[in-house]
């Protein structure tokens, strides 16, 4: 396949780096392309770009150069202290496509200048490189809940708002979507923010005939909870209660004891665990913010049920989990999967990659086991 | 659909006694079938016998009239208290339709006499009760590992050493398979013992048309293994080793702390991780008798695995279950569904039934989103 | 020793009736005395009151028969079905001594009255059974926190707050506590609520010459760490952070999940954590309403620590008790501990049974080995 | 004080390693001695030997540098990488000091030639370094339990057969033991095997006034069992099963899944539980051997325990600890205080010290409160 670009919105954090990093190291053949679904036997002949095909760039608001973010992934245990000379030089040059995020504090200007700035940086990344499409992956912290505006359902309205100073009708996330998509790129939320998730972004999307996928990676909890609560309902046992519990450090961690933004978080999670097991149940969750506990994220569950006769039972689990280790590779499979799809001619959400996200865009489906089907069966047609 | 006769190998032990007192509660509109798969809309017009065609007898090597095995259920709860006063003069009906079962120690006589009166007992009962046809359910305590002999291979070489009065050539659970198909009954193995898995009986079965399914139960571990295991392998995460710890009081313990009857527990246990991670992984497994739990199982599972750039992550679980409420309502849906293959015609191993089993028989398919699937187009085949 | 009275708070709650259960059964033989701390050696000799020679009434705003609030208890596990019917004459019993709680909605006059009036309560069953003194135990649902006003510090200001109609200077918990030292009884804060800790009821306390004790019973997740926090600074392991999750049922669930009144029990919580540690940590601790759960309380700890070289370690427990089963024996317990106190002569809080509490009154003390070594030596006095 | 020296047998394993290396750091000022409980208040004032006292050699039967001993107690995370560099030379230095250890299998000769070498070795150290005295401290593989034999209690008898070149009267840690006091230096038994708990070496230290401390480092489920079980006594709760599963990788885990070293292992753990709780429980407890957790320990425990009225409850744990960072600064700790003792004329076995160890020597108490209590009152009198 021709060469592809990755634009990751976040280009600095945690997440990007370790994808980054991993990348640089699958090229170079340090490292298997563990927890990369798109390496699994499936999809051995659907046309996806090669890791040799990827190149990388983004927006981010911090200019710390790559090779110091990814020291305290090392500390961390998420990347492995020896691989870290051999990719001081990729992550380099990596750094020289980074250009300066939109931030809605610091920024001067409207929103409509914003947005151009950031179509040129997308631009000029594809033409220097000479990449046939470039997907624009949004990585970054965790925004609180946007209020809907009418201008969300109304793109004339939308880009008049935008052109005005004084207003950023906008959050920065669905800034970001909307310059991917007028850059002409594809584009993925992989994390809870609002992103494309507003009706004028994706019908922008389907009138330039681009596809995108979101939202909000599912890495841990909510991986589980998918594969967990079909079995539950597959043996009609009634899930009384499910209680949840997460405990994570890091900048995740920082930004999501905000509970303005750990609204939108609880809120995506909830919305799936009814849907799988088809009614309401008790389900108290908690975000709390260890900071000492870094990368890792810890969550545990509390599940209580009822079997035949009413007999009262119970599942608990334990999930110790790194965050960016999970999130990294899924961000790369996404890249190449929505690459894939572009170059296919699809349009607007990819509701078949589902699997990837907590609150999936373009499908109903939230059973782990059906969402992998589904997968499977979409990439055998791009096979075909 | 016509009266169903379900015949019990071990109809006084705990699963039966709550299999049968459920029974009544469901036909009572005592209880919601909670636990019991064949009443989700899945199965809404398959051809099923109704709670109320269902007819109960069986075998047992204890004389306990039901209602007394019922009491310590309900100091267990598995039994709702104040169901036990409603169902006596039902489990005092079934109690006259429990008949000695096989003892290899108090027998006297060859196999094949014992043989001869459990076909007269089960044909008697249908008789009797006037029952289309009858399933056979092993639920008797699991018996060690049988050596496999050559008539275990050779149907006429079986029955001459059968006549045999010095020989004990098939265990227990094959000799009650054995009668089973004699007497023109389907058989389902319930438990890890050998009963119908030997060459010699598939091939009976066959040529008598009787459909069997088996064998073990997949009620708690072995189920959740199925259900994450698969999880690891479509995210391309390499399970490092997977650790369980079983604590069970109740017969069941004390009859798997013989580690001659474990071994035939673990070896199925084994099996099937491996085949659902598709390579071996470090794996030890406990059984402990530990009396004070009673009917309740606890298991502690803790898996060690590996992500991108060799990331580690664990996951722990604890799963705290009451064994014989989990058993109790797939005896039940075993008896409808095997009933529904038998009047359908069909005869050998019932592969689709494999989300029943931990070692399923006729199938190799482990993976329970997979074997879900696989049931309900089995289901809807009949109903067709 | 002379006959001693046991009067409760909340007479009709789930821990006063199986309080009142537990003595009824203990007294006919009908249960050993597991989970009495004074029934252990070290008690031998000290001069307690007999179960014998416990009479129990008590105030409660709701009227249910002790019989009725029985029932739920025993489907829950707390009290054994079989015991129920032998111990219905003695709950009946009790029932003729409960009396109308304190209400603030619903009660008509000024405290003063409502407090006279349980004193006449108190008296008339102390003389009614010829008691020599009588330990009033508050077990009623907890309370929001209390505002601190003048009044709880001056007790002739108080005292003129009382007789108006139009204030309600005290909360019902310290009305309680009021009425009880008015009546010259003794008086246990087994509730987070504000009850006697007010220099204004110390005060009375010490003039009246009577002793007190609390507050709030130490029966699950503050047992455990009051426990195995000690361990870790022996050890001069360095606790980074020691998350908590609490899911609970039952009324006190339903209570403690209006955040002001959890409030209460939070802060006596955390109170506690940063005494034993000796530093503060991040401990982000949450009480969930769960009520599938009923009468059983869950609690998760994960505990992050630092050991040498920096080397991070974790500890997590789940514990599953029933709270009014581990809560009713202290109960008893304290009812005689007390007692055989204010026969004694002392006076105030009663520092020495701060084993007994989250947040003991008259102790800096929260290590169970080292609150447990003076319990004992306390006792070993009163014996002399 | 004056100038110590610390012989470690087993010079080259994980606890060895990871004790020089946080000795070199601490002595460095590079890290803070989290883990050292001599450096708790209670000890600011007792005569240890400071960590600038401290003078490291040892016995190892294999030959690798400790600086490459180190490089997998760095990935495993027992080791911080950025402080590998700066001990180096350090790390050199002890290398120098440590001489071949005994090997049964390898070595040429008696036992008593081997002894008269090792005495060699240790008393050249002491001289060469113009130490005070030295404490010889085992650390080495756990052995499989070493059967009795009259030799075992009788001196002469005793160096009798180990003059004889054909015999192997005592297992390797024995030897050490009795090399160690006929160097005049006192003993530590890290481990569980043998070592110094035979008759006659009691007896020769007694008579060569030397102290001795073991056996078995409380570092891990132990810990908690002895922490936690006092609680269930002192609250009168019955423990009706106490089940454990420990995985842990590293050699340790090799060592002990060879069932006879386990053996010695699982039984001091039994002996330390019945003691705790005063009375036998069923208490199922496994070790495997899981590699890929390396110097990781994981131990799951579940404990079933009944309270008022027979209420069923339970307490799970599940403990991650890295075991060489929990025991190399107990090796240092045992090292100053039984130098200590030495200095202050104490002989035989230092009950004080049973905090320390799973299964102390000279102490029948279990309960951790109850020795740290100990602990600090001989420290107290230390300081007198």
Redesign the interface.
């Known amino acids: 396949m021709t060469r592809t670009g990755l634009w990751l919105i976040g280009a600095r954090g945690s997440v990007a780096t ?1 994808a980054v ?2 990348l640089l ?1 699958l090229r170079a053949g340090l ?1 298997p ?5 798109t ?2 036997p499936e999809f051995a002949e659907v046309p996806l770009p090669a890791w040799e095909d990827l190149v990388v760039g983004g927006h981010d608001v911090v200019a710390t150069p790559l090779e110091k973010c990814a020291e305290p992934l ?2 961390a ?5 020896h ?1 870290l000379s051999h990719i001081v030089p990729g992550l380099r040059a990596v750094d020289t496509e980074i250009r300066d995020g939109y931030h809605p504090v610091t920024h001067q200007g409207s929103q409509a200048d914003a947005a151009r700035r950031m179509v040129d940086d997308i631009a000029g990344f594809r033409d220097r490189h000479g990449l046939a499409r470039v997907v624009v992956v949004n990585v970054s912290s965790t925004e609180p809940p946007a209020p809907f505006v009418p201008e969300h359902g109304d793109l004339a309205a939308l880009e008049a708002a935008m052109a005005d100073p004084g207003r950023a009708v906008l959050p920065a996330s669905s800034l970001s979507a909307y310059a991917a998509l007028r850059a002409g790129c594809s584009f993925v939320d992989f994390t809870p923010s609002t992103g494309i998730a507003l009706p004028v972004l994706d019908q922008l999307a389907r009138e330039l005939a681009l596809p995108y996928a979101g939202r909000d990676g599912k890495t841990g909890e909510t ?2 909870r998918t ?2 609560a ?2 539950f309902t ?5 899930v ?2 499910w ?1 949840g ?1 997460n ?1 994570l450090g890091g900048g995740d961690g920082a930004t999501l004891q905000d509970p303005d933004r750990a609204g939108s978080k609880l809120e995506s999670k909830a919305r799936g665990l009814a849907a799988l097991l088809g009614h309401d149940v ?1 389900a ?1 969750l ?1 975000i ?6 870094g990368e890792q994220k ?1 969550a ?1 569950d ?1 599940v ?1 049920f ?17 965050d960016s ?2 999130a ?2 899924l961000v790369l499979d996404l890249a190449r999967l929505v690459a894939a799809a572009h170059a296919d001619g699809q349009s607007g959400p990819l509701g078949s990659l589902a ?1 990837f996200f907590k609150d999936p865009l373009g499908s109903d489906e939230h ?4 969402q ?1 089907r589904e997968l499977y069966r979409w990439a055998g047609e791009l096979r075909a």
Chains 1, 2, 3, 4 share one sequence.
């Open positions: 370790t990093s991993g190291a490292a392309p563990t927890g990369c679904v390496q699994r090392a500390q245990g998420v990347l492995p202290h691989l991986l589980l594969v967990l079909p079995m597959a043996r009609a046992l009634r009384r209660s209680a519990t405990l008790v108290p908690h709390d913010n260890v900071p000492d506990l810890t545990w509390h209580s009822e079997g035949f006769l009413g007999a009262r039972m119970t599942l608990q689990f334990t999930w110790t989990g790194l280790s999970l990294a590779p699997v059973r782990f086991a059906e992998t």
